[in-house]
């Protein structure tokens, strides 16, 4: 009799873990849906949102307010390199 209510504590047990288990789940995926939505990027003259574009196969954001084009470490860099003898390499080269 005692192997039977041991067991039966053992399901009772495991039961209450894997609802825990789900609502904190359940939470998480919440969470990161909010994430995602409140990832989009701030224009840091205007406030518009900053849209990532793709100019000769490097990604810089644009401005949907201001039409400013912000750039990411490493990007002036690719810029100027692929435009050697060009406007951008005289000024940042």
């Not at 909010?34 to 574009?53: R, V, W, Y």
């Not at 201001?66 to 951008?88: N, P, R, Y």
């Amino acid at each position: 009799m005692p192997i039977e209510l041991d067991d039966r504590g053992r399901a009772l047990e495991n039961d209450y873990f894997r609802r825990k288990e789900a609502e904190l789940l359940e939470k998480m995926r919440s969470k990161i849906s909010d994430d995602a939505k409140s990832l989009e990027l701030q224009c840091p003259k205007c406030d518009g949102t900053l849209h990532e574009t793709n100019f000769e196969n490097i990604k810089i954001d644009v401005c949907d307010k201001c039409s400013g084009v912000w750039l990411d470490a490493g990007e002036l860099a690719q810029i100027t390199h692929k435009d050697e003898g060009g406007f951008f390499n005289k000024i940042f080269g």
